[in-house]
């Protein structure tokens, strides 16, 4: 049963811009802070960004800081995240993610996986 569907990856020039999206059922989207993550060929996963259930907070990694926004679309259950200032290094399979924080912890634990979709930036 697929719970987190992405879309919106392809090809696209350095400097381009382009949007993911992220689709999932009301309970997932209501209850659950969502993530992404992506994955370079023979790199290890990397935290792209976070926004908390309410979306209230964003969180992002240093790569994408300033250039990568999420947002959360309340009447679609639909997490976006809108990446901008594309750089060849942004080249990865990016994952979807549902998660709940760790109580007492800096932690967070994903419950829920995308399938990925692929991102690929030319220069």
């Known amino acids: 049963q697929v719970v987190l569907l992405e879309s919106g990856g392809g090809p696209v020039q350095a400097g381009d811009s382009l949007t993911l999206s992220c689709a999932t059922s009301k309970r997932i989207f209501s209850n659950f802070h969502m993530a992404w993550f992506r994955q370079s060929p023979g790199k290890g996963r990397e935290f792209v960004g976070r926004?908390?259930?309410?979306?209230?907070?964003?969180n992002y990694g240093d790569p994408v800081m300033g250039r990568f926004s999420l947002v959360r679309d309340n009447t679609k259950n639909t997490v976006l995240l809108q990446m901008n200032s594309l750089k060849p290094e942004d080249t990865a399979v990016y994952y979807c993610?549902?998660?709940?924080?760790?109580?007492?912890?800096?932690?967070?634990?994903?419950?829920?996986w995308g399938q990925g979709t692929h991102v690929t930036v030319s220069s």
């Open positions: 926004i908390s259930w309410s979306g209230g907070n964003t």
């Open positions: 993610a549902a998660g709940v924080h760790i109580p007492g912890t800096q932690q967070y634990r994903y419950d829920y």
